[in-house]
T-cell receptor, first 113, second 110 residues
């Protein structure tokens, strides 16, 4: 049973436009959510996170939105740049629990010049 | 520099030949974990460790062993590798949920 779902395996956008990556979760115990970015031949790197007590967190061009009632979060990248082309993983955990991160399968973002 | 170091980065081996992938972190993190990444399946957790001498199974532990004798090291052991363990492996350490990943170890089992 997949607790964290990224239903779009890939996404293609034009440079300068907005990229929206979506993530859904099923476990209502999750209270901390993270996005990781992965380039080929490198390990994933932390991008941005959000706690369940917030509905938005912004860091430069990256904003994560959380809709708890819908069990949905999204990552917005504005404006998108070719260097943003990577695989993005959504992850969730229950704070105070085992610290076990549950990952989605990832979405491959391609930003075209 | 804070980092997670894995070795080897690349390895081709044969079925049944025991191998160990080492992982070391210099951030004094208590939590460490191993993942494998396969096409279409994302990152799946193999084993994790909450602290020294404390290890537990992740989602896909079959065919793997780990040990945590000291805080900085968390080796992954394949006692008798099989072709279905051909994968890209990542070690990670964590501070309050934010995982720091190693660069990955690509393993091919023939």
């Amino acid at each position: 049973d997949q607790q964290v779902k990224q239903n779009s395996p890939s996404l293609s956008v034009q440079e300068g436009r907005i990229s929206i990556l979506n993530c859904d979760y099923t476990n209502s115990m999750f209270d901390y959510f993270l996005w990781y970015k992965k380039y080929p031949a490198e390990g994933p790197t932390f991008l941005i996170s959000i706690s369940s007590i917030k509905d938005k967190n912004e860091d430069g061009r990256f904003t994560v939105f959380l809709n708890k009632s819908a069990k949905h979060l999204s990552l917005h990248i504005v404006p998108s740049q070719p260097g943003d082309s990577a695989v993005y993983f959504c992850a969730a955990l229950t704070q105070g629990g085992s610290e076990k991160l549950v990952f989605g399968k990832g979405t491959k973002l391609t930003v075209n010049p | 520099e804070a980092q997670v170091t894995q070795n080897p980065r690349y390895l081709i081996t044969v079925t049944g030949k025991k191998l160990t992938v080492t992982c070391s972190q210099n951030m004094n993190h208590e939590y460490m974990s191993w993942y494998r990444q396969d096409p279409g399946l994302g990152l799946r957790q193999i084993y994790y460790s909450m602290n020294v001498e404390v290890t537990d199974k992740g989602d896909v532990p079959e065919g793997y062993k780990v040990s945590r004798k000291e805080k900085r090291n968390f080796p992954l052991i394949l006692e008798s590798p099989s072709p279905n363990q051909t994968s890209l492996y990542f070690c990670a350490s964590s501070f309050y949920g934010e995982l720091f990943f190693g660069e990955g170890s690509r393993l091919t089992v023939l």
